[in-house]
């Protein structure tokens, strides 16, 4: 190209600081990602951090000096003018130059599209949610643990189809943003409770079928008292789980005809006083309220159909309660039954109120330490390896369940999968609701399960079935 077309290139430019601001940012980008495309190219980028640049950063910067050229060029216009004015035979010249930034364009618009499409790409895999973005951490941890831990977050928490993909792509920059100013919630709500979760047809139901028929199914709980020699307990329960038109559990919620609405009045879902069942083949309906519900209270409550994860609500991310956090790793022998009052001093330890996850640690580690030192001096001195292994085991219980910078902690939130630890089926199935013949949503103990055994130490059911020898 001859000097005289590069000028008005230049001239229009560098005619205002913005667009040079602008040129300079899509350099930045534009080398940048030339930087990170051997590595993009192998495969993807695994390591959150880099990720976060090349799929956030660099677009970003290079988006933004995109859009200041031609705010720049508007800008500068008056001066840019005078300068264009003065060189002769203008023609040629703005031909040369629309070639220029023609060929930018193109280049730009490859490039361009490149950086959105991986970016888009990245952010929904598993890493991008879970460990690019801090906040999520508990959510990535406790995903870790089986039986989703193959299942992508957008497996769940997008719709399928393009709807689904834009009003992501909305959330995920909201969240982007709030991320950036530190404004996010501590902790981050549920999703049922912010209302963003995706309907289970959409998401569960992609996988699982509702109307799959699952016979009753043992539900072994093992447990350890908080003796001297932490004695484990068994719980044995047969889940009437059922399915379409055989009822149980799934069928009577979800079987075919069956629509279930309920009323609640927080957002957590956790109070609900008003219950419809609603049967489209047998053409029956029935209402139930809470005693001592107003009746015009409830009209100005939100109302929800029920589906999968009204019960499911923590599948993928069920975190635990001390107790049972504790009782896995005594089952899976990372703590050592053989240390006397382990599970009691244990849970105590885990229970405790810590600032940040390093102190808690260290301050599980001295203290159990400490306490078989004072009551057991023996033990604390010829069992130290088990002691230390108990230790890393209670630290990982607790760190599994609580992320103090994050203000999540034992118990916050509910999991509505039974009812001994929070309301969950007892919402509905608390005997209170009732219809206006004075039927009431069953409390019946044996209606969802058959109690074969409750904390026993060798339930002889257990034997029967071969199983009495197994933890
Ligand atoms: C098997 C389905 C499933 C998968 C996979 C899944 N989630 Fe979730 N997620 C849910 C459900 C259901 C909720 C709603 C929980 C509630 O409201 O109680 C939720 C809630 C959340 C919340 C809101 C806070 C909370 O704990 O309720 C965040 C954040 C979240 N998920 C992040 C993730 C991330 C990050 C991943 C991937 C590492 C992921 N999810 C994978 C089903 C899933
Ligand atoms: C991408 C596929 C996929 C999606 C989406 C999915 N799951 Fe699963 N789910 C699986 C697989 C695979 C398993 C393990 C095999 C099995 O037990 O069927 C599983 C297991 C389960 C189990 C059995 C848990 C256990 O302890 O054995 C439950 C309950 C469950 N899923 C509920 C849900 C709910 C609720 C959702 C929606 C929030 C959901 N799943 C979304 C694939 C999926
Ligand atoms: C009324 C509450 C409730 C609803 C609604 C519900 N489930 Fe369940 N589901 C249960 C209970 C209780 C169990 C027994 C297992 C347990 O206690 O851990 C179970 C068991 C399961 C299992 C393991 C047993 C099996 O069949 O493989 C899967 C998978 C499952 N549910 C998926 C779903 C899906 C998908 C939906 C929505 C279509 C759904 N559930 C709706 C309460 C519910
Ligand atoms: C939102 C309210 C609600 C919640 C929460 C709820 N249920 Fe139900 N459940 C109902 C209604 C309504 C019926 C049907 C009552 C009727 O037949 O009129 C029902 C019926 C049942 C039945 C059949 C009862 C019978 O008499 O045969 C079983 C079993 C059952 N539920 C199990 C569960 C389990 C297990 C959970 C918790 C995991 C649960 N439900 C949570 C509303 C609820
Ligand atoms: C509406 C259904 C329903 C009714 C009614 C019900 N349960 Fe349950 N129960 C469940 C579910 C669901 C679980 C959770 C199973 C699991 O851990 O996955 C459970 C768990 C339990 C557990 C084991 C808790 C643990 O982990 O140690 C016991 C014990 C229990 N129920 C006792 C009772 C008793 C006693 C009654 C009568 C007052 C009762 N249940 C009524 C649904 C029900």
């Not at 580690?365 to 604390?380: C, E, H, M, T």
Request: net charge positive; charged share 20%.
């Amino acid at each position: 190209m001859s000097d005289s077309a590069k000028r008005p290139v230049l001239i229009v430019l560098t005619s205002h600081w913005v667009s040079m601001l602008g040129v300079f940012l899509v350099t930045l980008a534009g080398f940048s990602w030339l930087f990170v495309l051997p590595a993009n190219l192998r495969g993807g980028i695994s390591n959150p951090y880099l990720g976060l640049l090349a799929f956030v950063a660099i677009p970003i910067v290079f988006f933004a000096g995109l859009v200041l050229i031609p705010i720049g060029i508007a800008l500068g216009r008056k001066k840019l003018t005078a300068e264009l004015d003065a060189i002769p035979d203008r023609r040629d010249l703005w031909r040369r130059a629309g070639l220029f930034f023609g060929l930018m364009t193109l280049a730009n618009l490859v490039i361009g599209s490149q950086l959105s499409y991986r970016a888009v790409e990245q952010m929904d895999t598993v890493q991008f949610c879970g460990q690019t973005c801090h906040v999520m951490k508990p959510e990535f941890t406790a995903h870790g643990l089986p039986p989703h831990r193959q299942v992508a977050c957008a497996s769940c928490h997008i719709a399928p189809g393009a709807e689904g993909f834009v009003r992501a792509k909305m959330n995920g920059t909201r969240q982007l943003i709030e991320v950036t100013f530190n404004t996010f919630p501590r902790p981050i709500e549920p999703a049922l409770a912010s209302n963003r979760l995706v309907s289970s047809a959409e998401t569960c139901e992609q996988c699982h079928s509702r109307q799959r028929v699952t016979g009753p199914m043992l539900k072994i709980v093992n447990k350890y008292k908080d003796d001297e020699a932490n004695t484990p307990t068994k719980t044995v329960l047969m889940m009437m789980v059922g399915g379409g038109r055989t009822g149980g559990i799934h069928g009577v919620h979800l079987g075919p005809g069956v629509h279930i609405r309920y009323a609640a009045s927080d957002n957590k879902r956790q109070t609900i006083p008003w219950v419809e069942y609603q049967n489209t083949e047998s053409r029956e309906t029935r209402t139930y309220v809470a005693a001592g519900t107003n009746p015009n209270d409830v009209k100005s409550l939100p109302v929800f159909e029920m589906q999968c994860v009204d019960c499911h609500n923590r599948a993928s991310h069920s975190f635990e309660q001390p107790d049972a956090a504790v009782d896995r790793f005594i089952a899976n022998g990372q703590i050592a039954t053989s240390l006397p009052f382990v599970k009691k001093t244990g849970l105590a330890l885990v229970k405790a109120t810590y600032p940040s996850s390093d102190e808690a640690a260290q301050k599980i580690k001295d203290g159990l330490i400490q306490f078989y030192r004072q009551s057991y001096p023996a033990v604390a001195s010829q069992h130290a390896a088990e002691i230390e292994s108990a230790a890393r085991a209670l630290t990982a219980a607790y760190q599994d369940n609580n992320f103090p910078d994050l203000k999540v902690a034992w118990g916050t939130y509910p999991n509505n999968l039974g009812h001994t630890d929070f309301p969950g089926c007892f919402r509905c199935h608390d005997d209170s609701h009732a219809n206006s013949d004075k039927k009431t949503i069953t409390q019946d103990c044996n209606t969802c399960h058959q109690a074969l055994a409750v904390e026993e130490t060798s339930p002889a059911v257990l034997e029967t079935l071969g199983l009495g020898s197994k933890k």
